[in-house]
């Protein structure tokens, strides 16, 4: 992948997983809400296997409205800094996080879907991988992401507004954070030549 063709490749991924979730959910709303039932039911056994569709699910097209320009834009800056590969893990990570403490502690006959945990995950990831991997251009960028999302951290806080999941907005924030330890960059390791001199 060419330096010039990176950018375009990675706003090419995000606007392809923000049409997906646009296709998806029109197909909810052409057959009554249908999808609904990938949402998260706590506590359910058979539930964990709607864990990673759940993400990809929403309760409207206002639902989904809220989410997309957030996903767009960290989304994009984190595929971008990290690499698609990184990228997917840190994704995965943070529905997995998200998704599983929806299932442990979300209140009882809730259904829970969104792209929501996501979003805070890669808030959170893009917060603090500059610090971790010390690099100065990322840790710019953490503040700049602090800045003009940091009042999305109202929506981690419990709360009892019943439409609002504060858990997957939590756990997915953690997820995000253990995500930046989990995929950092790691320094190579050097190896050390030893000289061999000729004996006399």
């Not at 879907?113 to 971790?132: K, N, T």
């Not at 504060?166 to 390791?189: C, E, M, S, T, Y």
């Amino acid at each position: 992948m060419t330096a010039r063709a990176k950018p375009v490749i990675c706003l090419m991924l995000m606007l392809g997983w923000v049409a997906l979730l646009w296709l998806l959910e029109g197909v909810d709303v052409l057959t009554g809400g249908a999808l609904d039932t990938f949402g998260i039911q706590p506590r359910e056994p058979a539930e964990l296997v709607d864990i990673v569709p759940a993400a990809f699910m929403h309760f409207g097209f206002g639902h989904l409205a809220a989410n997309t320009l957030p996903l767009l834009l960290l989304g994009f800056v984190a595929v971008l800094r990290s690499g698609i590969r990184r990228f997917l893990g840190v994704v995965l990570l943070v529905i997995v996080a998200s998704g599983l403490g929806v299932w442990l502690t979300a209140a009882p006959g809730s259904n829970t879907a969104g792209a929501s945990g996501v979003v805070f995950g890669l808030f959170g990831y893009l917060l603090v991988r500059g610090f971790i991997e010390r690099k100065a251009l990322d840790i710019a960028i953490g503040l700049a992401v602090a800045v003009v999302y940091g009042s999305i951290l109202w929506g981690a806080l419990p709360t009892t507004a019943g439409q609002i999941s504060w858990q997957g907005h939590l756990f997915g924030l953690i997820g995000g954070v253990a995500a930046a330890f989990v995929v950092r960059q790691r320094p190579r390791a050097v190896t050390a030549r030893t000289a061999v001199r000729p004996v006399p």
